[in-house]
């Protein structure tokens, strides 16, 4: 279990995080963690979730962002409105790509284009390859553009509870080694700034 003094922002993203999520896992466990609540969960609207963001930090400085999927990306818009004011690190799992056409997209298209102006703080983007809701190497995109880390998990899905992401305690890894990051403390990567942490493709 990750150790820190830290406050922790958990940010979902559409529909909100289910009981079983790893998301509302790590609200339970962890003393310092928070959810960021939004008013409408099944009809996100960036302004709406912006505020509500904008309103947690204010409440806890200095906090770890934790977002999933689309909180990703309203991450990566509060980042653009405010720079770093109040926020320590940012650990951005699953980014749903809010540039998808189609039906698919219609719900996101109010977080569209994404931005990827590099992220004035420290941050680690987690990607899977077979993730529905964005493509490996538009993952790898924003991760470059965010100047994130990238870890490459695999084929994890979504990494959610759908795709057998409950507590996930590969996650917790990842979240120490992002408040490491933040305290300092690098960790080794390979030379290429990857490091491999699922199975082999």
Request: charged share 20%; hydrophobic share 40%; glycine share 10%.
């Amino acid at each position: 279990m990750p150790r820190s003094d830290l406050p922790i922002l958990i940010i979902p993203g559409l529909d909100n995080s289910g009981p079983d999520h790893w998301q509302t896992h790590w609200e339970r466990i962890l003393p310092t963690a928070e959810r960021v609540e939004q008013i409408d969960w099944a009809l996100p609207t960036l302004g709406d979730w912006v505020a509500a963001l904008v309103e947690a930090v204010r409440r806890r400085p200095g906090a770890v962002l934790v977002g999933h999927s689309l909180g990703c990306a309203l991450i990566a818009h509060l980042a653009q409105l405010r720079g770093a004011r109040g926020i320590a690190g940012a650990l951005l799992v699953a980014p749903a790509n809010v540039n998808r056409e189609g039906p698919a997209g219609r719900l996101l298209s109010g977080f569209s284009p994404m931005p990827i102006e590099t992220l004035p703080f420290p941050s680690l983007v987690v990607a899977s390859r077979n993730d529905p809701y964005v493509e490996f190497d538009e993952a790898e995109r924003f991760a470059d553009g965010w100047g994130a880390r990238l870890a490459d998990v695999g084929y994890s899905g979504h990494i959610n509870v759908a795709s057998g992401h409950g507590p996930w305690p590969q996650g917790e890894h990842l979240l120490d080694e992002l408040l490491a990051d933040i305290e300092g403390e690098r960790t080794p990567r390979r030379a290429d700034g990857f490091y491999w942490l699922g199975p082999a493709p």
